[in-house]
């Protein structure tokens, strides 16, 4: 597979150290040291797959690491921590990534295969062994950056190729789970999709469940097999990256970012915002300030 991965590597050499668009729906790129405080952000729904170098994800209670021997998928948005690293051999890093679209998924599902009993993994993530088909998938999909013509009539064919792979390995019934609408998974998806539309308010659990059709005690189970994190566990990580990109932008002091992202004690924020970011508020967004300055 080494070939392959040297021929993705070469058609992904011109991405930058940010998200690189390709050109290619949903797809993008990205190469070199990314700023950390990029890096916890709250993901949309995608398949990565790393080409150079190696990146862990925390999500919740979880950490996964993969490199171009896995890739990950991400089936649900999902607030996280990511960290990269460099090529052992000093290349740096380099990965593609397609956002999933689950109108894309539920088109296919009428003309895919039954699902094989080895797949059965129904959480919100996880990481499996990259396989040959798949990377020659990507390798198409990738080649279309040569010849932009042929992209609104190939990318649509190589998309489905991409997630058909998915399907056929360890994340096919996660997949499968996004895309048809009365399963757990695709229950947590409408219940994270009001969260973070809603991340201000307050939130009761009970009534999150009333929304999707589940028992309180069901709905907790599924949210936390799905994210790795309480439904409050999850709404307080979007609270927090929504005051860090506030703070970062300078407009106001700590204790008014605490008041306009849901807090109604600005202590408590500091005190879960340093936990969550290793730093005070204040301090943390300074020293990222600082950090931009020297990058620009």
Do not use: C
């Amino acid at each position: 597979m080494e070939d392959r991965l040297n021929e993705l590597r070469a058609l992904a050499s011109h991405a930058e150290n940010r998200r690189t668009d390709t050109g290619i729906p949903r797809v993008a790129m990205v190469q070199g040291k990314i700023p950390e405080h990029e890096l916890a952000a709250v993901y949309d729904p995608m398949v990565n797959l790393i080409l150079q170098g190696r990146k862990s994800m925390t999500i919740g209670d979880r950490t996964l690491d993969y490199d171009p021997a896995s890739y990950f998928v991400m089936s649900i948005d999902l607030p996280a921590v990511g960290a990269i690293h460099a090529a052992a051999t000093g290349e740096p890093y380099l990965a593609v990534s397609l956002t999933i679209d689950p109108h894309v998924v539920a088109g296919m599902l009428a003309d895919a295969p039954p699902l094989s009993l080895a797949n059965l993994h129904v959480g919100g993530f996880s990481v499996a062994s990259v396989t040959p088909d798949l990377l020659d998938a990507w390798e198409r999909m990738l080649r279309l950056m040569r010849v932009p013509g042929d992209i609104p009539v190939l990318a649509p064919a190589y998309e489905r190729e991409i997630l058909y792979r998915v399907l056929q390995g360890p994340h096919g019934a996660m997949l499968r789970n996004i895309a048809m609408p009365d399963t757990a998974l695709s229950r947590m998806r409408l219940a994270i999709q009001w969260i973070r539309g809603n991340f201000r308010s307050p939130m009761r659990v009970e009534a999150l469940a009333d929304m999707v059709a589940m028992s309180a005690s069901s709905f907790h189970r599924h949210f936390k097999a799905a994210t790795a994190m309480s439904p409050l566990q999850f709404q307080k990580q979007i609270r927090l990256l929504h005051a860090r990109t506030m703070l970062i932008g300078g407009a106001e002091s700590a204790a008014a970012v605490a008041f306009e992202v849901g807090y109604e004690s600005a202590s408590q924020f500091s005190r879960e915002y340093a936990r969550f970011f290793g730093l005070p508020p204040s301090r943390d967004a300074s020293k990222v300030q600082s950090e931009l300055g020297r990058s620009s």
